[in-house]
């Protein structure tokens, strides 16, 4: 079992910056790739941007140049981050973050709201 918690959320003006973190802890030694995705109201969940073991990253079009995943891994921990710079209106959602394992069984985050507006 993993467990996820994000954090980082808040309420940004236009062009501004956020920040967000997911600690994951319990089984980390059998993940194998972590991701970011968000939920905007009345929209289906869709993928931010994820990243292997093996450094390889994936970014959805519409985040790519605005948008950093990074991971860092100490000995019983593991941090998930994304960097958002440039935000616009249209990222407003709930930010999941997510880990797969080497079963490929799937683990959640319960969220973190990303409101961008002035």
Same mark, same amino acid.
Request: aromatic share 8%.
């Given at each position: 079992?993993?467990?996820?918690v994000?954090?980082?959320?808040g !309420?940004? *003006?236009p $062009? $501004?910056?956020l920040?967000?973190?997911?600690? /994951?802890?319990?089984?980390?030694? /059998?993940i194998?790739?972590? &991701?970011?995705?968000?939920? &905007? ?5 869709? @993928?931010? /941007?994820a990243?292997?073991? $093996? $450094?390889?990253?994936?970014?959805a =079009?519409?985040v790519?140049?605005?948008? %950093?995943?990074?991971? =860092?891994? %100490? *000995?019983?921990?593991m941090?998930? *981050? !994304? *960097? ?6 249209e990222?407003? &959602?709930?930010?999941?973050?997510? &880990?797969? =394992?080497? @079963?490929?069984?799937g ?5 973190? @709201?990303v409101t961008?507006?002035s």
């Amino acid at each position: 079992q993993v467990q996820l918690v994000e954090s980082g959320g808040g !309420l940004v *003006q236009p $062009g $501004g910056s956020l920040r967000l973190s997911c600690a /994951a802890s319990g089984s980390i030694d /059998a993940i194998n790739a972590m &991701a970011w995705y968000r939920q &905007a109201p009345g929209k289906q969940r869709e @993928l931010v /941007a994820a990243k292997t073991n $093996g $450094g390889i990253t994936n970014y959805a =079009d519409s985040v790519k140049g605005r948008f %950093t995943i990074s991971r =860092d891994n %100490t *000995q019983n921990s593991m941090y998930l *981050q !994304l *960097q958002m710079n440039s935000l616009k209106p249209e990222d407003t &959602a709930v930010y999941y973050c997510n &880990a797969v =394992d080497g @079963l490929g069984l799937g683990y959640w985050g319960k969220g973190t @709201l990303v409101t961008v507006s002035s």
